[in-house]
């Protein structure tokens, strides 16, 4: 029921009816789509809008698009992983970001990384094992 009358889909954009599944409602226009970009609809299973653009991806930096899945932002750049250590990208699965230097292992001894399943850092020097 839109403005008093009945009419199809399960939401209204204005006096018409729409379905929620496939479009969307922008600025008083029904548009394909499932969310708006100014007056424009698109969908965010592929689609993000970025500064009033519509762009690729899921995320923004600045005006461009990116995949999260992949990509992270960093200082304005796209760039390779999933944090940033300055401007450079990495992925924490591997790295971790010592003093601005992206280094192999997940925690930092100064600025060497080191996996603490295997390790332990004792006053600044990486030793085997788990006690100092």
């Known amino acids: 029921c839109c403005n008093g009358l009945i ?16 479009y969307a409602c922008c600025n008083g226009l029904i548009v394909a789509g499932n969310a ?9 299973s592929s689609y993000t809008c970025c500064n009033g653009l519509i ?10 698009g ?5 990509y992270t932002c ?5 760039k390779a992983g999933n944090a ?3 401007s450079q990208g990495y992925s924490t699965s591997s790295y971790t970001c ?15 990384g080191y996996s603490t399943s295997s390790y332990i850092c ?11």
């Open 74 to 78: 960093c200082n304005g750049l796209i």
């Open 55 to 64: 762009v690729a991806g899921n995320a923004c930096c600045g005006s461009q």
């Open 36 to 44: 708006c970009c100014g007056s424009q609809g698109y969908s965010t």
């Open 98 to 112: 010592c003093n601005g230097l992206i280094v192999a292992g997940n925690a930092c001894c100064g600025t060497q």
């Open 7 to 22: 009419k199809a889909g399960n939401a209204c954009c204005g006096s018409q009816g729409y379905s929620t599944s496939s």
């Open 122 to 132: 004792c006053n600044g020097v990486i030793k085997a094992g788990s006690v100092c």
């Open 84 to 86: 940033c250590c300055g």
């Open 66 to 70: 990116y995949s999260t899945s992949s």
